[in-house]
């Protein structure tokens, strides 16, 4: 594998680099002096696959190595981009081509086509490739292993091609099913292992400034729902739930009727107004699980802004020039159904909110890619997302890599990616990316939301207790500046973090409360207790009369003193919750 020097300092247009930067000047030296007939390359999304991909397919047709191209993508989307870069690089692509469709205009050099496409009628892809010394691009290379017939179309397409060069930014799954074109080694435990031949990874790019860094914002809060069963259950988004439980919870916060979506694209927006302090064109995306969902996002955020958000939907037909035009407008916000997620370029995305209940690594990795392209040095993503054990998990883990393990059948109900293939296949098939597997039945009651902590370069950071959304706890991190190298925003992080604990620990020295005199302090458990049943209730006493959660917190404090329920002694939580006990009990009767 080649070791990496520096970055280019310069950011070209995608697909249209006139000077390459150090990792796709190393790849392509690699790849010229060895003239592999297979060739795999790793890079983090962002750091110029296509441009790396068309500079070889630039020098292999001018040495006339290969005499026609085919480029093959996930999506109809991607098809039509990577015509457009090969056309601003010089090289002109058909992306309306079809396998069987014959011959193309002799203004074409290659076609574009999908994996879907290929798997319909590889034959006449062979047929294809055999008639010229043909060089195949197999863009996300991942997706050729998605199913049988879609990896041995490949094969048996491209089987003749003069050259093949794959390339991948997302993590391989580990299965039995070898992808096509690529080279298997024993690994430490002897079981078949991918090898690339050269890798880029999210860490190396980092350190050149070729992607931006990622700020991540977890918001949790209190849950209520009904159960088919009729049961009202009430949970916190974070805490430590079965995995039906969390899903329940978390589609409960997604609920565009409940308070939790609202306050947090409220706080997204504040933090792109921040941005766009300093990235004037700086855009926002939210990636929205269906169609429903995401024209009820569009209308929130539009009460919110005051301008009409973008929404994508992947089974119409002006998706792509949707979001070709609010890549190159100064807009705020789009809302997309998932297919915004692999491979789309709109550079200026620099603010994302994750309101999806699809959660595999796979996904997570599509969908964060599309934040980190750089443009200039200093510009940071920031992704709001639920705090949900997998996603934060995913978050933190956001360097690692993984190869394609060749081990074990995995069954779709203990494949974490199985979900992922489903909606790809779905999307490729032309059906509607809204169409949701069915879930458990149930009925979201209402939510809450608080701010959890910011996840940053694997380290937290927050404040003690519950945050409030819209409190100046929250806006400490909502309004970092949108510019910043990664060493200070680290430092400001950690500056505002000791900060607010100096002044929390004045503001309670300050604060004479009962517990203070006595021997007997309540135990950690036993506060947290009290807090898990003081917010269930008033959970409950927003359904029955629809008031908010903090006017509920607020005249329970006025009426019983004390302060904020996250440093309330044991005593002050619970006259409070014999406070709301009583008002149910007048409502009642």
């Known amino acids: 594998m080649t070791s990496l020097g520096p970055a280019w300092p310069e950011r070209a247009a995608w697909g249209t680099a006139p000077s390459l930067r150090a990792w796709q000047s190393a790849a392509l030296q690699d790849y010229l002096t060895r003239n592999p007939r297979d060739f795999l390359t790793v890079a983090t999304p962002g750091a110029g696959k296509t441009t790396f991909a068309l500079t070889v397919a630039s020098e292999l047709l001018g040495r006339r190595v290969v005499d026609r191209l085919v480029i093959v993508a996930p999506t109809e989307h991607l098809k039509q981009q990577w015509a457009e870069a090969a056309a601003r690089a010089g090289i002109p ?6 396998a069987g469709a014959g011959k193309i205009s002799s203004d074409y050099v290659g076609v574009a086509v999908t994996y879907a496409g290929v798997g319909v009628n590889p034959l006449a892809m062979r047929i294809r490739t055999e008639r010229f010394r043909t060089l195949v691009i197999l863009d996300e290379i991942h997706h050729a292993g998605d199913s049988l017939s879609w990896g041995e179309g490949v094969r048996e397409a491209f089987e003749p091609a003069a050259r093949r060069l794959a390339l991948t930014g997302t993590p391989f799954r580990s299965d039995i099913n070898p992808i096509p074109f690529v080279t298997y080694a024993p690994g430490e435990d002897g079981v078949p292992t991918s090898v690339a031949d050269f890798t880029y990874g999210y860490a190396d790019a980092l350190k050149d400034h070729v992607v931006r860094p990622v700020l991540f914002l977890a ?5 209520s729902w009904r159960t088919r069963a009729g049961d009202e259950v009430a949970a916190s988004l974070g805490e430590p739930l079965t995995k039906d439980m969390t899903s329940q919870a978390l589609r409960t916060a997604l609920d565009p009727n409940g308070s939790w979506i609202p306050s947090v694209l409220a706080a997204a927006d504040k933090r792109l107004s921040e941005v766009r302090r300093h990235v004037p064109d700086a855009g926002g995306l939210v990636i929205a699980t269906d169609q429903d969902s995401a024209r009820a996002y569009a209308k929130i955020l539009k009460q919110i802004t005051g301008e009409s958000a973008t929404v994508v939907l992947s089974d119409e037909k002006a998706s792509s020039k949707k979001i070709s035009a609010f890549s190159a407008d100064t807009s705020r916000w789009m809302v997309a159904v998932r297919m915004v997620s692999e491979g789309v370029d709109v550079p200026r995305l620099a603010v994302g909110v994750w309101a999806t209940t699809t959660s595999t ?17 200093g510009e940071i993503a920031s992704v709001f997302l639920p705090s949900v054990p997998s ?4 978050a933190a883990e956001l360097e690692a890599q993984r190869d394609h393990v060749l081990k074990r059948k995995v069954s779709n109900d203990g494949d974490i990616f199985s979900a992922e293939e489903d909606l790809m296949n779905q999307a490729n098939a032309g059906d509607a990316a809204s169409d949701e597997l069915e879930a458990v039945p149930f009925e979201a009651l209402g939510s809450e939301a608080r701010f959890d902590h910011a996840l940053y370069d694997g380290a937290q ?9 819209g409190s100046e706890e929250e806006m400490d991190f909502l ?14 992080l950690r500056q505002r973090q000791e900060e607010r604990r100096k002044t929390r620990k004045v503001a309670e020295v300050e604060e004479k409360r009962p517990a203070d005199s006595l021997t007997d302090v309540a135990t950690h458990e036993h506060l947290a207790l009290l807090r898990r049943e003081l917010n269930s209730l008033v959970a409950s006493w927003h359904h029955r009369t629809g008031q908010a959660h903090g006017i509920t917190h607020a005249a329970l404090r006025r009426e019983c ?10 005593e002050q939580l619970q006259k409070r919750i014999d406070r709301i006990r009583e008002w149910a009990v007048r409502k009642t009767s």
């Open 391 to 394: 996603l934060l998990g995913f």
């Open 479 to 492: 309004g970092i500046p949108g510019l910043l190298e990664p060493d200070q925003m680290r430092s400001l």
């Open 561 to 570: 003193g004390g302060p904020a329920a996250a440093v309330a002694n044991a």
């Open 219 to 223: 918001y949790s809060g209190q849950m």
């Open 461 to 469: 950071f927050g404040h003690e207790g519950e945050v409030h959304v």
């Open 93 to 98: 692509v058909d992306p309306t081509y079809s």
């Open 361 to 377: 690594p796979l996904f997570f990795a599509q969908a964060v890619g599309r934040f980190v392209r750089a443009r200039t040095r």
